[in-house]
Nanobody, 125 residues
Framework: QVQLVESGGGLVQAGGSLRLSCADS????????KGWLRQAPGKERETVAA????????YYINSVKGRFTISRDNAKNTMYLQMNSLKPEDTAVYFC??????????????????WGQGTQVTVSS
């Protein structure tokens, strides 16, 4: 069974850092764009960052530019999100996801067809 599994969430004070990881257990999505999306209570899910299959293209939502870095290691079937200078407004459930098809570079939530279970990130003020 194809699975995307997130890890690395938790509670951190404002200004702190966390690194999220997303393991692709079957290596099925090595040719797919992958992304990190988040959903806060009462808000719509939004794409925080995305990276194309070989890491050559990246996307960031404006609010995280300069603070978050997305990367992937296809040899390890793992994607990462390094989050620095965290703010309370970054509090949300973070999901990793893979594009519905290989070799595309979709960045909207509807472009992603396979999802992990989510990991909670809470930033205290």
């Amino acid at each position: 069974q194809v699975q995307l599994v997130e890890s690395g969430g938790g509670l951190v004070q404002a200004g702190g850092s966390l690194r999220l990881s997303c393991a692709d257990s079957g290596g099925t999505f090595s040719m797919h764009t992958k992304g990190w999306l988040r959903q806060a209570p009462g808000k719509e899910r939004e794409t925080v960052a995305a990276i194309n299959w070989n890491g050559g293209d990246t996307y960031y939502i404006n609010s995280v530019k300069g603070r978050f870095t997305i990367s992937r290691d296809n040899a390890k079937n793992t994607m990462y999100l390094q989050m620095n200078s965290l703010k309370p407004e970054d509090t949300a459930v973070y999901f990793c996801a893979a594009d519905v098809a290989p070799f595309r570079f979709g960045t909207t939530p509807r472009d992603f067809g396979s999802w992990g279970q989510g990991t909670q990130v809470t930033v205290s003020s």
